[in-house]
């Protein structure tokens, strides 16, 4: 029986902070707002369809292996003004429609192993922001982008 009690509180627990972040239908499009919700990391339990994700004004330090595998159909991913510091090398495996990628107002060290690992999954990159972040290592000169992308905001 307590048992019971606490899978029924964890399960409203989990509802509620699922639903914390505002989703919005547009079209066929749907977009989750999860902007400035305390978090300290990306959330569960999002609808695996949404094609935009916004985590803005959050807490989160780092970005985990796959964090974003689900949502096959994300086009636009915006993380500014976290505190990422660290970010898994396959973090980002499985965006594979993503266009649009912004990380400005966080604590990474923006090297080339951010675009010759982190980045490489995102074969459709077309728009990159990560201003005002720390400690840039990365001779733009010489750095081999990827292909697809349009505007890269450093
Ligand atoms: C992604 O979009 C395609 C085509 O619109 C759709 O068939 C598929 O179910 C979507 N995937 C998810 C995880 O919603
Ligand atoms: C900045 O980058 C250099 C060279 O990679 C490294 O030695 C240094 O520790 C970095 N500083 C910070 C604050 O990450």
């Not at 989990?14 to 902007?35: E, M, P």
């Not at 959330?43 to 096959?72: M, R, V």
Request: one cysteine or more; glycine letters at 4%; hydrophobic letters at 40%.
């Amino acid at each position: 029986m307590p048992t019971l009690i606490y899978l029924i509180i964890s399960l409203i627990n989990f509802s509620v902070f699922a639903h914390k972040c505002r989703i919005a239908r547009h079209g066929d499009q749907t977009i989750a707002d999860c902007t400035r919700l305390k978090l300290n990391f990306v959330p569960t339990g999002l609808p695996l369809s949404i094609s935009g994700l916004d985590l803005s004004y959050n807490q989160i330090s780092k970005l985990e292996n796959n964090a974003f595998e689900s949502f096959s159909n994300l086009t636009t991913l915006t993380m500014d003004s976290n505190n990422i510091d660290t970010i898994d090398g396959p973090a980002f495996k499985g965006l594979k429609r993503l266009r649009w990628l912004s990380m400005k107002h966080n604590q990474l060290n923006i090297c080339s192993t951010i675009f010759d690992i982190v980045l490489k999954p995102l074969l459709h990159l077309q728009h990159l922001d990560i201003r005002y972040n720390i400690n840039k290592t990365l001779d733009i000169q010489n750095q081999r982008f990827i292909p697809t992308l349009e505007t890269i905001l450093f």
